[in-house]
């Protein structure tokens, strides 16, 4: 019990609310196939802002969007300072084809904490707020959590606003189309704290039978784009020893890097993307373009896979007779969240007899660009059989309320503390 609460007036959370939002929420964006694309910027991510400031304002918040498009939900505390606010939350754009709890968990989580204060007509002792950051997932714009990091000052906001989809509009343009270009500049509300509750995307809660991980940090990850050029010719009538296969080259190099993780322990890398020239079936390609997704919870061992790559690269080059080109598309160091969050988390969860275990996250977060200008911490709950990204994406009703008690749980320790 926080000691600013009377006895009978402890926030608490709206469970039913709380699932209706996010089935409201995921039908904005439905693809036909049983999943929900929502791009930044895009008209489907439109419909899901609207509904979430929408809700926002039934809750009297304060609503605000900066210049990069994110979205704030401020609740005044009785001190007014909003250095001294505690943050939750996540975005809401989507993957093509996605499920509905990733990011928009995360979110409408936070307003469920804020709703909760706000029902049981608590004033808290300092401001909450809940933001939904912009771009998240870098599938429209690059780099993914573009909307933080421009926030926190790793990115100029007009290098943020400048960045380009395949169609070639810029963000700024999307977000002056869809209405979101906001006012406020990015990092106008620095919190004391900053709290991100997420499934986990991964196997390892569900694996073992446990319903809360407290996300000690975040791995390093590192894009890359290759362009290999080739020679096109006749398939049927070229010698294979006298071959510039880009489509060759490009698979030496997916297949070495594969070879390459397999041999690490922790080391992942990952082609998401690939495409050929002249893309015919009966042609030599001339051109391979595709993307190589590295990560590592050590920084030392990201940098020798990224060597590993470019030693790769450097080989077939020479041996397949091809050019390569190399394009760094995003760079993040592995990230650490604060200890004395962590162990909040483990002690809320204790205090509830759940039993819970410490875990990196294998997924980019906007929580990762949070950490850079304030105390930082993550909740997971279980994503059965560890998929996301995915229609198929799915966490217990259950799990998803334990999930936002939780979370408040923490907030409340935080405020009396």
Known sequence: MASFCKNDS???????ILLGQIK???????????????????????????????????LGLDVRVDKIGNIFGILPGVSGNLDNALMMGSHIDTVINAGPYD????????????????????????????????????????????????????????????????????????????????????????????????IEQGPRLDAEGLRIGAVEGVQGISWWRVTIGGKANHAGTTPTD?????????????TSMREYAKDSDTTLATTGEIAFEPGLVNVIPSKAVFTVDLRDPDGEKLALAEKALADCL?????????????????????????????????DAAARRNIPSMRMVSGAGHDAQMMARVCKTAMIFVPSIGGISHNPTEHTEKEDLILGAELLLDVVLDLLNG
């Open 103 to 198: 990011g928009c968990y995360g979110v409408l989580s936070g307003l469920a904490v804020l709703r909760a204060f706000k029902e049981a007509g608590v004033i808290p002792p300092r401001p909450l707020a809940v933001g939904a950051f912009t771009d998240e997932e870098g599938v429209r714009f690059q780099p993914d959590m573009l909307g933080s990091l421009v926030y926190v000052g790793g990115m100029p906001l007009d290098e943020g606003l400048a960045s380009a989809d395949g169609d070639g509009v810029t963000l700024g343009q999307a977000l002056e189309e869809i209405g979101y270009a906001g006012s406020e500049e990015p990092g106008f509300l620095i919190p004391s704290e900053y709290l991100e509750l997420h």
């Open 314 to 346: 450097n080989r077939v080059a020479e041996e397949e007779g091809v050019t390569v080109a190399s394009e760094h598309l995003a760079n993040f160091a592995p990230v650490k969240f604060h200890p004395e969050l962590i162990q909040k988390v483990e």
């Open 242 to 254: 006298m071959r510039h296969d880009a489509g060759l080259a490009a698979a030496r190099v997916i």
């Open 10 to 16: 402890k926030p608490v959370i709206n469970g039913d």
């Open 24 to 58: 409201r929420l995921s039908e904005e964006g439905l693809d036909g196939s049983g999943g929900r694309t929502r791009l930044a910027a895009s008209k489907d991510e439109k419909k899901g802002r609207d509904l979430v400031v929408g809700w926002m304002k039934e």
